[in-house]
């Protein structure tokens, strides 16, 4: 039933609160370490990406020429 009383005093709801927060706290703390991992290097990656697809880079790259 809704809102029922388990053996130890604590009701399903309070229950279904304590998973719910746990979990957002869990995915805090693991999305922010894979941020403080990752972060750095995604960022340059994605930065060069935009400079070489938006003709940023002034030099002409001569191994292109060679081909």
Request: hydrophobic share 50%; glycine share 14%; proline share 1%.
């Amino acid at each position: 039933m809704v809102g029922s009383v388990d053996e130890d005093g604590m009701g399903r709801p309070t229950i279904f609160g304590a998973g719910v927060s746990l979990g957002m706290f869990a995915g805090i703390v693991i999305g922010s370490l894979v941020t403080l991992w990752l972060g750095e290097a995604v960022l340059d990656a994605a930065h060069r990406m935009l400079d070489r697809m938006s003709g940023r880079r002034e030099r002409v790259n001569f191994e292109l020429l060679l081909q």
